[in-house]
């Protein structure tokens, strides 16, 4: 697997402000989501963004002309004559027009938010299907990584937080343009009061930036346990476990480790809250310190007869206004470089490339394949495990031959067929088909010419059809093909006992939902391997659960179908695997014998030992 850098859980300042690179590719995302709801979020904010100080200058002049005609002596007996007077036209107006502002900027802030929810809902859709498209093209080994599993996790964590992000980048577009409209309205009358401010506002910035920070460690280092939260969650309370669970009487057990678990978080969580809550208070005094340095400074020149009453509430508001949004914007940059450290999980795991991809001119798999496979010194190795799953394998897999596997538990038969099927690829030696490299051939190709069907194949909770369909899914809708291979694997017998037949959806998940026995089950599974044409036919171990007399009659149906393709099958079942053409001993991941059932009885090795324990058993 090609890791990209990891993120780290405790960034450094240049990490943080490196973050901040994650901004344009997320705002191109954005743009490319909605070019229309883009514009018309950014393009209401600017118009909004003036509001405040066109209201404020407005409030002014209303002062102005109050104190203007308070001053000019004039007693009205009512409103009416002052009304027809004309007098109060001037102040009416100006009244109107800070009315009209107020419901303008009410209007646009409500048309933004509904722009941005509709926004982000579209940009999170857009970003969770890219993920699992990603996440489809990761190799297996990926996906057993439980780091890989964290990252996923954080990633699909961003896809939901995000949302804020967007209005947060935004907003902040919109603030900055306000703060510039107060900036050049209050220059004139005190240049140094604003950068007063900017200055005292450093310390709650810095303090917020250092909490982003912690605040981000501590949700990176949790992950594993957020994922353990999440599995108990699961655990306690799915049809999957239920059974076992009541069986056990195991729920006590997951909500007290739930519990546990939990509360730790919470202390950690609470004790970073409360840490963030004294120091903002504290570091917050000195911007409002200097909000009111700036406030006393405006009344004295008041006092002084160098500004108008209107002025003075002008400029206090103006001031206090600025000093929120300084705030607000600071507070807010370091939020949003925060945010962008999430945005490293979300685009670091878009940078995962898979290791086992078609190489550049792969050929297709010849048809038909004519000499079959070769193992030459295959060895194989999971990530982080200390033992070879597979070393030294040397053997021959045959076109148009079926060949068994047996082996003990742990003997590596599941690997060896993972390895033909390219989940994983060899970590020494290789695998030839045709007298060339497996990893010649093109992927999809190679796949689709292997029909496998794992021990632990996958229950569908859906119909029956599709069940099976899925084996072959661009043939889904093809009911005469689905009801062949149900026959071919005797789930035909199955479905029949269904109340809705082949439209039956199976699983207890949902409402509908009728549930199958085990071997029932299995045969629904085998039946997909028939679906597809494929040139090689793997059936590993799905049969464990049938009973003597269906895995007898699924075998030989699967010798006879697997006429002119190649075969592999897996059983513990001697009278199954005696079947076969030849047969492989595995054992600890090393081959130890081959032949025919006879010649395998006939060197009286495992084999011969573990048929003789079988047979006794049935004695
Ligand atoms: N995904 C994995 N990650 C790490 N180790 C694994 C993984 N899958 C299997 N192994 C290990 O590789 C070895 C071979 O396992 P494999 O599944 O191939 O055995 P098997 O012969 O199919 O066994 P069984 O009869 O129990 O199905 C075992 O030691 C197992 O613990």
Not at 121 to 129: G, K, L, Y
Not at 544 to 549: H, I, N, Y
């Amino acid at each position: 697997m090609a890791q990209p850098a990891r993120p780290s859980d405790n960034p450094t300042l240049r990490e943080r402000v490196g973050a901040l690179r994650n901004l344009p590719p997320f705002l191109r995302e954005i743009w490319a989501t909605s070019r229309a709801l883009t514009i018309t979020s950014l393009g209401l904010r600017l118009i909004r963004a003036l509001l405040p100080i066109a209201t404020l200058y407005v409030g002014k002049l209303i002062i102005d002309e109050a104190v203007r005609l308070v001053g000019q002596g004039v007693a009205y007996e009512s409103l009416q004559i002052a009304w027809h007077s004309g007098t109060l036209d001037h102040l009416l107006t100006l009244l109107a027009l800070e009315f009209g502002l107020a419901i303008a900027s009410d209007l646009l802030g409500r048309l933004v938010s509904y722009a941005d929810s509709v926004l982000s809902e579209m940009f999170t859709n857009a970003t969770s299907v890219r993920l699992m498209e990603h996440a489809a093209t990761l190799d297996l080994e990926d996906f057993e990584d439980p780091e890989l599993q964290d990252r996923l996790d954080r990633a699909r964590r961003q896809t939901m937080g995000r949302m804020n992000l967007l209005s947060q980048l935004f907003g902040q577009v919109q603030d900055a343009v306000t703060v510039a409209s107060f900036i050049a309205g209050l220059v004139v009358f005190a240049p140094w009061l604003i950068v007063l401010l900017g200055v005292a506002l450093i310390p709650a910035f810095v303090g917020e930036s250092h909490f982003n920070a912690l605040n981000y460690k501590l949700n990176f280092q949790w992950t594993p346990e957020r994922r353990q939260l999440e599995y108990l969650r699961q655990m306690g309370a799915s049809v999957e476990t239920a059974k076992e669970v009541k069986i056990f009487n195991l729920h006590r057990y997951f909500i007290a480790r739930y519990r546990a678990l939990s509360a730790q978080f919470l202390i950690a969580n609470r004790s970073l809250a409360r840490r963030r809550a004294l120091w903002g208070t504290l570091l917050a005094a000195f911007g409002t310190f200097g909000y009111y340095l700036a406030y006393g400074y405006i009344a004295w020149r008041t006092v002084r007869g160098d500004f108008s009453i209107g002025d003075l509430t002008f400029l206090a508001g103006s001031f206090r206004r600025l000093r929120q949004l300084l705030e607000g914007l600071l507070v807010g940059f370091s939020q949003v470089a925060g945010q962008a450290l999430y945005l490293d999980d979300l685009y670091s795991f878009f940078e995962i490339q898979p290791e086992i991809r078609s190489r550049p001119g792969a050929i297709a798999i010849p048809r038909p394949i004519v000499r079959g496979f070769v193992f030459e010194g295959v060895g194989f190795r999971y990530p982080e495990a200390e033992r070879w799953a597979l070393r030294g394998l040397d053997f021959e897999l045959r076109a148009d031959e079926v060949l068994a596997l047996v082996g003990e538990n742990g003997a590596g038969k599941t690997t060896l067929v993972k390895l033909l099927a390219r989940l994983y690829d060899p970590d020494e030696g290789r695998i030839l088909l045709d007298g060339r490299d497996l990893r010649d051939y093109d992927l999809d190709d190679l796949r689709a010419n292997i029909g496998v069907i794992f021990q632990d194949f996958v229950r569908y909770h859906l119909t029956a059809a599709e069940n099976i369909g899925v084996g072959q899914i661009d043939a889904m809708d093809d009911r005469t093909r689905i009801e062949e291979a149900a026959r071919r694997a005797f789930a035909d017998e199955v479905v029949a006992g269904l109340p809705n037949g082949y439209d039956q959806v199976i699983g207890r998940r949902f409402r509908t939902g009728v549930d199958l026995s085990g071997g029932q089950w299995q045969k629904i599974a085998i039946a997909r391997a028939y679906m597809r044409n494929a040139q090689v036919m793997i059936l590993d171990e799905p049969t464990a659960a049938l009973d003597a007399r269906s895995e007898f009659e699924v075998f030989q149906r699967f010798k006879e179908l697997s006429h002119g393709r190649t075969a592999v099958l897996i059983s513990h079942r001697f009278s199954s695997v005696r079947m076969a053409d030849r047969i492989l001993v595995l054992n600890e991941g090393r081959l130890e014998a081959s032949g025919t059932h006879g010649e395998l009885l006939a060197q009286g090795g495992r084999y011969a030992e573990l048929f003789e324990l079988q047979a006794a058993g049935y004695r």
